[in-house]
T-cell receptor, first 115, second 116 residues
Framework: AQSVTQLDSQVPVFEEAPVELRCNYS??????LFWYVQYPNQGLQLLLK??????LVKGINGFEAEFNKSQTSFHLRKPSVHISDTAEYFC?????????????FGAGTRLAVHP | SAVISQKPSRDICQRGTSLTIQCQVD?????MFWYRQQPGQSLTLIAT?????????ESGFVIDKFPISRPNLTFSTLTVSNMSPEDSSIYLC?????????????FGPGTRLTVL
């Protein structure tokens, strides 16, 4: 069965510093991968997704992620964070089989950007 | 994308009562989902609601506790019945337009429920 592990529950970082939020998954089949962001008191918003093609995916707000099949990872990166990036970030996986498969979410990583 | 609204945005309820949460989408969608997000936790899928059929519940969730309606392609309700403090959570509605494997899932703003 598929699972998603977000290795860091909290990541503190200073403004304008780079950040990487880690996500690993386990699955016996191919997967589609997603990153969502949840700002305080709001629902989830899609940052980016990997379906196929280039393993480097660019999303909104300057974020990007790289799919590494051999390491079963999909880490999220931003070269320079802003205070406004403070939020909860969720990695999600969907297995690719013949039928419909639900999204499986990781536990989330709380990014705290400090001035 | 899809614009999703939920009502109420938050509520404080007494133990033993029930609350119905509404989810409205700005266009027709194939699949609607209900999630629970307990304080400081990730999302847990409660059920999938497809129009014209019974909702499909995940393990640990039952229809008597969380009855769901899906009367058309733009609307769904989730009722949290006979509430206890353990039901205090954020309840999120989400949708997929076609329900295909490459589909993006869009989320509503959530309903923050506190049970006293």
């Amino acid at each position: 069965a598929q699972s998603v592990t977000q290795l860091d529950s909290q990541v503190p970082v200073f403004e304008e510093a780079p950040v990487e939020l880690r996500c690993n998954y386990s699955s016996s089949v191919s997967v589609y991968l997603f990153w969502y962001v949840q700002y305080p008191n709001q629902g989830l918003q899609l940052l980016l997704k990997y379906l196929s093609g280039s393993t480097l995916v660019k999303g909104i707000n300057g974020f990007e992620a790289e799919f590494n099949k051999s390491q079963t990872s999909f880490h999220l990166r931003k070269p320079s964070v802003h205070i406004s990036d403070t939020a909860e970030y969720f990695c999600a996986v969907r297995e690719v089989t013949g039928g419909y498969n639900k999204l499986i979410f990781g536990a989330g990583t709380r990014l705290a950007v400090h001035p | 994308s899809a614009v999703i609204s939920q009502k109420p945005s938050r509520d404080i309820c007494q133990r033993g009562t029930s609350l119905t949460i509404q989810c409205q989408v700005d266009s027709q969608v194939t699949m609607m989902f209900w999630y629970r997000q307990q304080p400081g936790q990730s999302l847990t899928l409660i059920a999938t609601a497809n129009q014209g059929s019974e909702a499909t519940y995940e393990s640990g969730f039952v229809i008597d506790k969380f009855p769901i309606s899906r009367p058309n392609l733009t609307f769904s309700t989730l009722t949290v019945s006979n509430m206890s403090p353990e039901d205090s959570s954020i309840y999120l509605c989400s949708v997929e337009r076609r329900g295909g494997p490459t589909d993006t899932q869009y989320f509503g703003p959530g309903t923050r429920l506190t049970v006293l």
